[in-house]
């Protein structure tokens, strides 16, 4: 089975820390992503990734960044932490690249709930 | 923006045929249409997707319109555990993949 994993399940962190959701998947898929979902906003897209060293802005970059050095692993930094960035934050991945999405199938790990003070 | 329109909830007796519906007019020729669930407190399930022909898995099927403009899961015999929020999403392929607030299907003992 494809493993996602988020390193970790719950985090506290203060207003101004610098905030790294770490993200690793194990099936050599080239697309990954990291959503936010807030009660009544549904999931929201931040940031994908096609490839190694690639990066396309979502929905709502602002405040974040990425990182992706290595094609398993999609990190998620919040150069400053602030406490609307509060939120259950979701790492998926998928197989396909650039074409039709024939298997597009997203594969989620089970979720970071940050909490920012 | 998602692409799709779905009801905001739907319930449904336990071992009855769960229909969530999804519009998804303005949907192109080669975009796909896939569903996903969301148990509470876990991430979201692939469940299944077709492109223009019915679709059938061990976990649902899916019928899709003539026309493309809608589309229906249907969980043929409902549990309790099918109690989720239900996500149905239009995709290209290789583009960002957009969720709308989906339908939260309550399953009724």
């Known amino acids: 089975d494809v493993k996602v994993t988020q390193s970790s399940r719950y985090l506290v962190k203060r207003t101004g820390e610098k905030v790294f959701l770490e993200c690793v998947q194990d099936m050599d898929h080239e697309n990954m992503f990291w959503y936010r979902q807030d009660p009544g906003l549904g999931l929201r897209?931040?940031?994908?990734?096609?490839?190694?060293?690639?990066?396309?802005?979502?929905?709502?970059p602002e405040g974040y960044s990425v990182s992706r050095e290595k094609k398993e692993r999609f990190s998620l930094i919040l150069e400053s932490a602030s406490t609307n960035q509060t939120s259950m934050y979701l790492c998926a991945s998928s197989f396909w690249g650039r074409a039709f999405a024939t298997n597009e199938k997203l594969f989620f790990g089970s979720g970071t709930q940050l909490s920012v003070l | 923006d998602a692409k799709t329109t779905q009801p905001t909830s739907m319930d449904c007796a336990e071992g009855r045929a769960a229909n969530l519906p999804c519009n998804h007019s303005t949907i192109s020729g080669n975009e796909y249409v896939y569903w996903y669930r969301q148990i509470h407190s876990q991430g979201p399930q692939y469940i299944i997707h077709g492109l223009k022909n019915n679709e059938t898995n061990e976990m649902?099927?899916?019928?899709?319109?003539?026309?493309?403009?809608?589309?229906?899961?249907?969980?043929?015999h409902a549990t309790l555990r099918d109690t989720a929020v239900y996500y149905c999403i239009v995709t290209l392929g290789g583009d960002k993949i957009i969720f709308g607030k989906g339908t939260r299907l309550h399953i009724l003992p």
Do not use: N, W
């Open chain 1, 45 to 60: 897209l931040i940031y994908f990734s096609y490839d190694v060293k690639m990066k396309e802005k979502g929905d709502i």
């Open chain 2, 60 to 76: 649902a099927s899916l019928i899709i319109t003539e026309d493309r403009k809608s589309s229906t899961l249907i969980l043929p």
